[in-house]
């Protein structure tokens, strides 16, 4: 009875192990079928396509169409740029022939051949040919195309190229083509180097009035003095005998009562403008009504005599060195206090006295003159 239930027992092993095998050759089937329909890509078969569609097209093989831009001929393919371009899709798909010579070719008015062929080199070959020399009549063609590739891409490149030396082109091509974006990003740059470009006289030359209006409206202007920007706009007015009518309404941007007396009468005498003018000699009367009120300058305030700064500073003024040595220099410090510099001096050397802020005035209070524990030797200012 053993040895039979033994022989059972080793035949239904050998069936179980049978089965298990099965589902195993089976799953194995199922997986391999599974992989004989995945969707596989090739890496490099985008690159070769745009290459051998660029050959054609350098070759003027198979070329269906002829695009022609200052009197200049580019053969292509209708299926190609029919899929690029938005305009072609509908000039193609739609068979308008309104915008078609008798030749046959299409004219594109406007538009550059330097910068048709940009386009066209791109449409074919995904690259993208950018300068500051080119990019004009390269929107224009990608304009006038529709091929929103391009158009976000010369964006794309005035953004990433924006530096100090450049941002005066930038600015002038952003106001023709870019979006709002780009204009302000610009205009931070021609804010932030305003100094370097008000003094150099071609870069002042070329400003338009627009241009130097926000640089005057701007609520920083970056080390920039006030009378420096009086003499930079006086400059900018005068390089232009017809500017002149607007002098009035592009100076009363200027913050005379900024500006400090002596400074003041010394270059109203080399400008008779400022003085004959009688919108210009509104300003200056008023700024010197400004600064014959020494002491009630704190309750005059207006948007002429406000600050141009747009941050918080940390300032020193006067105090005791470590030496004992009694201070009247005025410090300031950046935003990270990392770097100091000297902005001025007080009247006399103090320390142990009060200070204050009113209206951006700078109130200091009693104090001592000398260095003394004792506190005997005060100052009377």
Request: with cysteine; glycine share 6%; charged share 20%.
């Amino acid at each position: 009875v053993r040895a039979l239930a033994a022989m059972l027992g080793l035949c239904l092993g050998k069936q179980l192990l049978g089965l298990l095998q099965g589902y195993t050759v089976f799953r194995a089937m199922l997986l391999g079928s599974q992989a004989s329909t995945a969707r596989l890509m090739s890496d490099t078969y985008l690159a070769k396509l745009l290459e051998g569609l660029s050959s054609l097209r350098l070759q003027s093989a198979l070329c269906d169409v002829t695009l022609e831009a200052e009197g200049v001929c580019f053969p292509a393919h209708k299926i190609i740029l029919a899929s690029a371009s938005n305009y072609c899709k509908v000039l193609f798909v739609g068979n308008l022939t309104r915008v078609r010579s008798p030749d046959g070719n299409v004219r594109l008015k406007a538009v550059s051949a330097a910068g048709l062929r940009n386009v066209l080199n791109f449409i074919y070959s995904n690259k993208l040919d950018l300068s500051l020399q080119n990019i004009e009549e390269t929107f224009k063609a990608a304009e006038t195309l529709l091929v929103r590739e391009v158009i976000k891409l010369c964006f794309c490149f005035l953004e990433g190229c924006l530096n100090c030396e450049n941002c005066m082109d930038v600015l002038n091509i952003a106001k023709k083509f870019g979006p709002a974006e780009l204009r302000q990003k610009a205009m931070c740059y021609v804010g932030q180097h305003c100094k370097q470009i008000l003094a150099d006289p071609q870069c002042l030359k070329d400003l338009d009035r627009g241009t130097l209006c926000e640089i005057l409206d701007r609520t920083n202007t970056e080390g920039c003095s006030e009378l420096e920007l009086l003499r930079a706009t006086m400059s900018w007015l005068q390089h232009d005998h017809t500017r002149l009518k607007d002098a009035a309404d592009i100076l009363r941007r200027i913050r005379f009562p900024l500006i400090p007396l002596q400074d003041l009468h010394r270059y109203v005498q080399e400008t008779p403008l400022l003085r004959l003018d009688s919108g210009c000699r509104k300003y200056l009367q008023e700024a010197l009504n400004y600064h014959s009120q020494l002491y009630a300058q704190p309750v005059l305030q207006t948007q002429s005599t406000s600050l141009r700064s747009s941050s918080t500073v940390l300032l020193i003024a006067g105090g005791r060195s470590t030496d004992n040595r009694v201070c009247r220099e005025m410090w300031a410090a950046d935003q990270s206090c990392s770097t100091w510099h000297k902005i001025g001096n007080l009247c006399v050397p103090v320390y142990n006295h009060c200070v204050t802020i009113i209206n951006d005035f700078l109130f200091v209070i009693g104090g001592q003159c000398k260095f003394d524990p004792t506190g005997k030797h005060f100052c009377s200012y």
